[in-house]
């Protein structure tokens, strides 16, 4: 199912090679700094979300960040659960859930030119911080904290 996300068109455009993708977060899939979840709505998975300590990747871009900071990454797969507002409220859900266990920060990291996910992160509270050179090139570094 995640390959075949990986490989829808509107997945693709912001993700790259879907198989060169399914292979990284196949391998991640022991990493300890790295959790993975597919989101469901009423049991039909619909999106990838993947939450990882930056720390554990140093050459990220984002900078010193405060111990215990996350960052995470997602994807609507499913075509047909795009512009549902699914997106902003599940993420919305798990920052809340983070930062109430005592996370200090949640990053995320958009292409500048992807539009529709800087709205839906802004509306499940992330602030654009400041534009990074990351391994996958430049992106807009936003920030969620309580």
Request: with cysteine.
């Amino acid at each position: 199912m995640v390959r075949r996300w990986l490989a829808a068109p509107h997945v693709a455009r912001w993700w790259g090679n879907a198989a060169e993708q399914f292979a990284l977060v196949s391998e991640d899939l022991e990493h300890p700094a790295m959790d993975q979840f597919l989101v469901a709505s009423e049991e039909h998975p619909f999106a990838y979300l993947q939450c990882y300590d930056p720390a554990a990747w140093p050459d990220n871009g984002f900078g010193p960040q405060p111990r215990g900071t996350r960052g995470i990454d997602q994807f609507i797969g499913e075509a047909d659960m795009i512009e549902r507002g699914h997106g902003s409220a599940f993420l919305r859900a798990f920052v809340e859930d983070l930062l109430s266990a005592g996370t200090p920060r949640v990053l995320t990291d958009p292409d500048p030119a992807n539009t529709r996910a800087i709205r839906v992160y802004e509306k499940a509270a992330f602030s654009r911080s400041h534009l990074v050179e990351t391994p996958d090139g430049r992106a807009l570094l936003m920030v969620c904290q309580v």
